[in-house]
């Protein structure tokens, strides 16, 4: 069966403290690994999508990266905004409009 | 670009109601989505259309529930005779379409309508 699993569940980071988020994935097929952001009350918004093991993306102070099993999403230096929710997600190969959601990891950056 | 916009955006009904929600994708994406996220977890996929064609349904999407999106523009959802396990928040999304097999257009959300019942 298709997972995807987030660690930590939850992360507490001090300003400046550089950290990394894991997911790793036992999704056949893969097509796409997306990260998303998300705020409370808010709908997810998108940050990135990986393609390919060995493939990274940055944006701003946030860089993911991909292995053949999990992704990473470090934070370098955060901000008290970097404070979300962060999920990621699966597309694979039998579905193109199904994301396989994790149940994210909630970062809380305190000044 | 004005973004997924979802109507209403919070809903209490009491049991064994009927809610609809609207959602209004990006005006050039075709491809419009609906899932569910409860607290603590991911959103779960519901369905998604394909202009007006509704291609995909989850297997756990029980028969009280049902979405159309008859021109290929809005989209609704409906809930039959609600129960309280369908308190959550429900997202609609919208992409582009797909151009190959190797790239993905992104999913963009919308904030979701809340529902509570009662």
């Known amino acids: 069966e298709d997972q995807v699993t987030q660690s930590p569940e939850a992360l507490r980071l001090q300003e400046g403290e550089s950290s990394s988020l894991n997911c790793s994935y036992t999704?056949?097929?893969?097509?796409?690994l997306f990260w998303y952001r998300q705020d409370p009350g808010k709908g997810p918004e998108f940050l990135f999508t990986?393609?390919?093991a060995g493939e990274e993306k940055e944006k701003e102070r946030l860089k993911a990266t991909l292995t053949k099993k999990e992704s990473f999403l470090h934070i370098t230096a955060p901000k008290p905004e970097d404070s979300a929710t962060y999920l990621c997600?699966?597309?694979?190969?039998?579905?193109?409009?199904?994301?396989?959601f994790g149940a994210g990891t909630q970062v809380v950056v305190t000044p | 670009d004005t973004g997924v916009s979802q109507d209403p955006r919070h809903k209490i009904t009491k049991r064994g109601q009927n809610v609809t929600f609207r959602c209004d994708p990006i005006?050039?994406?075709?491809?419009l989505y609906w899932y569910r996220q409860t607290l603590g977890q991911g959103p779960e996929f519901l369905t998604y259309?394909?202009?007006?064609?509704?291609?995909?349904k989850s297997r756990l999407l029980s028969d009280r529930f049902s979405a159309e999106r008859p021109k290929g523009s809005f989209s609704t959802l409906e809930i039959q005779r609600t129960e309280q396990g369908d308190s959550a928040m429900y997202l609609c999304?919208?992409?582009?379409?797909?151009?190959?097999?190797?790239?993905?257009?992104?999913?963009?959300f919308g904030n979701g309508t809340r529902l509570t019942v009662t």
């Open positions: 999304a919208s992409s582009l379409p797909t151009g190959d097999e190797t790239y993905n257009s992104p999913l963009h």
């Open positions: 999704v056949s097929g893969l097509r796409g």
């Open positions: 990986l393609y390919s």
């Open positions: 997600a699966g597309m694979t190969t039998d579905s193109w409009g199904k994301l396989q």
């Open positions: 005006s050039e994406h075709n491809r």
């Open positions: 259309f394909q202009n007006e064609a509704q291609l995909e």
